[in-house]
């Protein structure tokens, strides 16, 4: 049974360069979460995907958007890249029907911008 | 709104020594609460979860009792080995709030278990 993947494993960029991060969620899931974890904090919400809609919103600027694909699957783009989007971004998927919110996590992706 | 604090690590311990991981949690529903484990490296594992008061999740020998009385969700594991060694995160979710499908974590406390 195939988790959580993510691609690419690290990227690097420059400032005010544009990034997409990729996602395929956990066989049987149908929903997906982004997270930005910077050094040393938590994990911190920027949105969820649901029937190829954004269903809700973490405190992130419009630079950060996403998009769902038919088959789950789910990119994260983020927008004129500043020093500070230097992160861990984690996809989580979870199954829409499950009551308690249980979301496994993928290895996330390493961005480093200089 | 909805908020996790964990105790500030880090926490060096023996090995097979017992663990406490303190946890405590506010929020305005009825959440659930989870701990996740980070390796060095890699993503976030579910550990344990736990979805109403006085349930108690377990696993691998890690144990969490949701406390509604204390908001708690301590996490405890009677002998810790060197593998152990990783970052814990607390995390609740509540459907119920504004936050609704968010999982909101603590900081982390980072374990670091010697032979």
């Known amino acids: 049974d195939a988790g959580v993947t993510q691609s690419p494993t690290h990227l690097i960029k420059t400032r005010g360069q544009q990034v997409t991060l990729r996602c395929s969620p956990k066989?049987?899931?149908?929903?997906v979460s982004w997270y930005q974890q910077a050094l040393g904090q938590g994990p911190q919400f920027i949105f969820q995907y649901y029937e190829e809609e954004e269903r809700q919103r973490g405190n992130f600027p419009d630079r950060f958007s996403g998009h769902q694909f038919p088959n789950y699957s789910s990119e994260l783009n983020v927008n004129a890249l500043l020093l500070g989007d230097s992160a861990l971004y984690l996809c989580?998927?979870?199954?829409?029907?499950?009551?308690?919110?249980?979301?496994?996590f993928g290895p996330g992706t390493r961005l480093t911008v200089l | 709104g909805d908020s996790v604090t964990q105790m500030e690590g880090p926490v060096t311990l023996s090995e097979e020594a017992f663990l406490t991981i303190n946890c405590t949690y506010t929020?305005?529903?009825?959440?659930?609460l989870f701990w996740y484990v980070q390796y060095p490296g890699e993503g976030l594992q579910l550990l344990l979860k736990?979805?109403?008061?006085?349930d108690k999740g377990s696993n691998k020998g890690f144990e969490a009792t949701y406390r509604k009385e204390t908001t708690s969700f301590h996490l405890e594991k009677g002998s810790v080995q060197v593998s152990d060694s990783a970052v814990y995160f607390c995390a609740l979710s509540d459907l119920d709030s504004n936050s609704g499908y968010a999982l909101n974590f603590g900081k982390g406390t980072s374990l670091l278990v010697t032979p």
């Open positions: 736990a979805t109403k008061a006085d």
């Open positions: 989580a998927s979870s199954l829409s029907q499950e009551t308690y919110n249980e979301q496994f």
């Open positions: 929020a305005t529903g009825y959440p659930s």
């Open positions: 066989s049987g899931h149908d929903t």
